[in-house]
T-cell receptor, first 112, second 116 residues
Framework: SQQGEEDPQALSIQEGENATMNCSYK?????LQWYRQNSGRGLVHLIL?????REKHSGRLRVTLDTSKKSSSLLITASRAADTASYFC????????????FGQGTTLQVKP | DGGITQSPKYLFRKEGQNVTLSCEQN?????MYWYRQDPGQGLRLIYY???????QKGDIAEGYSVSREKKESFPLTVTSAQKNPTAFYLC???????????????FGPGTRLLVL
């Protein structure tokens, strides 16, 4: 079952602009992760935020988590053409099995 | 270089044929996972293994089988019972399932399976 739902499904912006992607999930979680996928490639881990954290930064990435609303957002600041990719959120559904439940993803296009 | 390798990059299956996708990791990770990705969709879990000689079904295990005889290897067989196998298959691993601080999954480059 797909726990994460992402919004928007597709996003097109100009280089230098900020990109915001949202993720909603259904059950309680221990943590939420964001991954990036370039076309036809494997996924790469970007950032993990735990259920007791509200915000986390990594370089140009900023992730927020609102457990009361069961939602998270990923902000990419000062976007570059190389940021063009699909972005997925993944939750662990409070399990300790290591299993992740992925959202449908947001496809980001950054125009030079 | 440490990492996860998948082979082949492209695989063609004929009707009624079983095919096996390879996944190897040299990261010394305990857990390994197989996902299926359809165009424009997220990843769906097929099977996962938390330790050698043990594996569990994921959300869409029907028509697939796996083995975990070695820590480094987690091959996926797409059987003839899988009626719609055309998809992108991704293998991943993680250090230890459910261990706090070790939740990140590391992905291989994927295998694209096409039906002739």
């Amino acid at each position: 079952s797909q726990q994460g739902e992402e919004d928007p499904q597709a996003l097109s912006i100009q280089e230098g602009e900020n990109a915001t992607m949202n993720c909603s999930y259904k059950t309680s979680i221990n943590n939420l992760q964001w991954y990036r996928q370039n076309s036809g490639r494997g996924l790469v881990h970007l950032i993990l935020i735990r259920s007791n954290e509200r915000e986390k930064h990594s370089g140009r990435l900023r992730v927020t988590l609102d457990t009361s609303k069961k939602s998270s957002s990923l902000l990419i600041t000062a976007s570059r053409a190389a940021d063009t990719a699909s972005y997925f959120c993944a939750t662990d559904g409070s399990s300790n099995t290591g299993k992740l439940i992925f959202g449908q993803g947001t496809t980001l296009q950054v125009k030079p | 270089d440490g990492g996860i390798t998948q082979s082949p990059k492209y695989l063609f299956r004929k009707e009624g044929q079983n095919v096996t996708l390879s996944c190897e990791q040299n990261l010394n990770h305990d857990a390994m996972y197989w996902y299926r990705q359809d165009p424009g969709q997220g990843l769906r879990l097929i099977y996962y293994s938390q330790i050698v000689n043990d594996f569990q079904k994921g959300d869409i295990a029907e028509g697939y089988s796996v083995s975990r005889e070695k820590k480094e290897s987690f091959p996926l067989t797409v059987t003839s019972a899988q009626k719609n196998p055309t998809a992108f298959y991704l293998c991943a691993s993680s250090i230890a399932p459910g261990l706090a601080g070790q939740e990140t999954q590391y992905f291989g480059p994927g295998t694209r399976l096409l039906v002739l």
